[in-house]
Antibody
Framework: EVQLVQSGAEVKKPGESLRISCKGS????????ISWVRQMPGKGLEWMGR????????IYSPSFQGHVTISADKSVSTTYLQWSSLKASDTAMYYC??????????????WGQGTLVTVSS | DIQMTQSPSSLSASVGDRVTITCRAS??????LNWYQQKPGKAPKLLIY???NLQTGVPSRFSGSGSGTEFTLTITNLQREDFAIYYC?????????FGGGTKVEIK
């Protein structure tokens, strides 16, 4: 079974750094890109960016470029989403999802269970 | 960026009803359109990919159609477990974008 398992909920203070993770299993990790999606409380879904674990090539949404860093470690089948200085507005649920690519088309399947990040002083 | 607009934003329906949700793209996206279902407290789940292809394991009462700028998700014989929020998503170009969601509630 293809599965993405994310790290647990985090509570942080503004200005702190954070890295959350997403571990893939049940498939060859380097054969699929992984995307990160934000869902702010009570709101819709926003694509943040994707990474190709083969070479760590990353593309970001302009809305998130410079605010977060997406990385991958293929040796442990894990991708990461990190912040160097959190803001209260980063409070949200963050999902990772496998990009199923059938060029030129793509879709997200499956999704991780989500990591809730709360930033509060 | 390609803007995705869903309508309605919410609807009330009864078990057994037929429900149609529309998704419009701000420019042509061919058939690069996917649909997801999200239940409260859960991650989204893929229902339909490439506009009209039913994901394995998804009940056949779900169907998708459309191309270009207008797409529909239809649920026939609505079941209690279908009450959820539905999102469309374009995969034509980055940044990938989602519609605002349609909440299907019990009447």
């Amino acid at each position: 079974e293809v599965q993405l398992v994310q790290s647990g909920a985090e509570v942080k203070k503004p200005g702190e750094s954070l890295r959350i993770s997403c571990k893939g299993s049940g498939y060859s990790f380097t054969t699929s890109s992984i995307s990160w999606v934000r869902q702010m409380p009570g709101k819709g879904l926003e694509w943040m960016g994707r990474i190709d674990p083969r070479d760590s090539y990353t593309i970001y949404s302009p809305s998130f470029q410079g605010h977060v860093t997406i990385s991958a470690d293929k040796s442990v089948s894990t991708t990461y989403l990190q912040w160097s200085s959190l803001k209260a507005s980063d409070t949200a649920m963050y999902y990772c999802a496998r990009d199923v690519l059938l060029a030129p088309d793509s879709w997200f399947d499956p999704w991780g269970q989500g990591t809730l990040v709360t930033v509060s002083s | 960026d390609i803007q995705m607009t869903q309508s309605p934003s919410s609807l009330s329906a009864s078990v057994g009803d037929r429900v149609t949700i529309t998704c419009r793209a701000s420019q042509s996206i061919s058939k690069y359109l996917n649909w997801y279902q999200q239940k409260p407290g859960k991650a989204p789940k893929l229902l339909i990919y490439a506009a009209s292809n039913l994901q394995t394991g998804v009940p056949s009462r779900f169907s998708g159609s459309g191309s270009g700028t207008e797409f529909t998700l239809t649920i026939t014989n609505l079941q209690r477990e279908d009450f959820a929020i539905y999102y469309c998503q374009q995969s034509y170009s980055t940044p990938l974008t989602f519609g605002g969601g349609t909440k299907v509630e019990i009447k």
